[in-house]
């Protein structure tokens, strides 16, 4: 069955692209936001040369949301759905290969973006004259590690929307509000809201496994990312209920 979806997964031309975009945006971002961080950086001021090359996966994780609804509504949209249901009468099974296959797909995918990003955009610091970091720095390995894992938990929350919804549309509308807009309009929240926000809500506590400098105001890396998975679980769980109770 891992096998099946695995041929589905490489036989769709939108995953590929996604995964194309994801690689490419990530490296494009790592060096574009280095350069930009790098020409405002004063002596003295807190830095994280690690986190900053990898703070593309904030744009990426759209595209890692799109291939994880697209690896099941493609299926649904078309009707195949029923020919895999026919081949795979337990539906649960069958949910749990598509979506082990994606998350193994976009983590292969994730840490390399993660580490090209990290290559070129330390290289962009260093042209500038600014402190950058090395895969052998304290925390550096398990940033770029992490950026795999934020990108492949947001494929699964793609998925687990598109089985919720059944529609690409609104799986990745609902992706790019709840995990893109809401943290980047927190400061124009209350205060004890966009306090919570920025801490808690599970995509800007996941984005705490990049960083390699403590911040006394936010969540350690694991704590944060500890957030993001387990919202990732508990939405995919429901998405099993739902898809086992819907076409059982």
Avoid: C, H
Wanted: hydrophobic share 55%; glycine share 10%; aromatic share 6%.
């Amino acid at each position: 069955m891992i096998r099946a979806e695995w041929i589905k997964l490489r036989s769709l031309r939108s995953p590929r692209w996604s995964l194309a975009v994801l690689i490419g945006l990530n490296v494009l971002f790592g060096w574009m936001i280095a350069t930009a961080q790098a020409r405002q950086w004063t002596p003295g001021q807190a830095w994280d040369p690690v986190r900053v090359s990898l703070t593309g996966v904030l744009v990426t994780q759209i595209a890692a949301a799109v291939l994880g609804a697209l690896a099941f509504t493609t299926e649904t949209g078309s009707g195949t759905i029923r020919a895999s249901l026919a081949a795979a009468p337990r539906r649960g099974r069958l949910l749990a290969a598509k979506a082990l296959v994606v998350a193994v797909t976009v983590l292969v995918a994730g840490v390399l973006a993660g580490l090209l990003a990290f290559v070129v955009g330390q290289a962009a610091l260093g042209d500038q004259g600014v402190p950058r970091a090395s895969l052998g720095d304290p925390g550096a390995v398990r940033a770029v590690v992490g950026a795999g894992l934020y990108l492949t938990a947001a494929a699964l929350l793609g998925m687990a929307a598109g089985v919720l919804t059944r529609s690409t549309t609104a799986a990745v509308t609902g992706v790019i509000v709840a995990a893109l807009l809401v943290p980047v309009f927190a400061n124009l929240m209350p205060e004890a809201l966009a306090e919570f926000v920025i801490g808690y809500w599970p995509s800007a506590a996941g984005l705490r496994v990049l960083a390699t400098v403590p911040d006394p105001l936010l969540l350690d890396p694991w704590p944060g990312f500890g957030i993001l998975a387990g919202t990732t679980a508990a939405l995919m769980t429901a998405a099993f209920v739902s898809f086992r109770r819907r076409d059982g």
